[in-house]
Nanobody, 120 residues
Framework: QVQLVESGGGSAQPGESLTLSCQAS????????MSWYRRAPGKQREWVAG???????YYAASVKGRFTISKDNAKNTVYLQMDSLKFEDTALYFC??????????????WGQGTQVTVSA
């Protein structure tokens, strides 16, 4: 079993930055990929970025060049640095731990979500 605790959400203006953190606890964390998803109001959950257990990194086209995912293996923590925020980045952001850095599976573990709101 894996537990995930997210933090770092909040409000920002367009062009500003926020950093999300997700700390994982449990067994064999190092064997899993870690990723971020988001769900905007009225929309389905979408994948944002992921980092595989070997360190390979992947980004959705909508955030590539603006968001940076990183991982501190010693702390079992994954980060999402979000720069140049846009209105359309407003969403509930979820941390995901599972077998893939960019695909969901039924046996994935999920955080509770942290809200990011971008407004003028």
């Amino acid at each position: 079993q894996v537990q995930l605790v997210e933090s770092g959400g909040g409000s920002a203006q367009p062009g500003e930055s926020l950093t999300l953190s997700c700390q994982a606890s449990g067994e064999y964390i190092e064997q899993y990929a870690m990723s971020w998803y988001r769900r905007a109001p009225g929309k389905q959950r979408e994948w944002v970025a992921g980092i595989g257990n070997s360190g390979n990194i992947y980004y959705a086209a909508s955030v590539k060049g603006r968001f940076t995912i990183s991982k501190d293996n010693a702390k079992n923590t994954v980060y999402l640095q979000m720069d140049s925020l846009k209105f359309e980045d407003t969403a509930l952001y979820f941390c995901n731990v599972g077998r893939s850095p960019n695909l969901m599976f039924e046996d994935d573990f999920w955080g509770q979500g942290t809200q990011v709101t971008v407004s003028a």
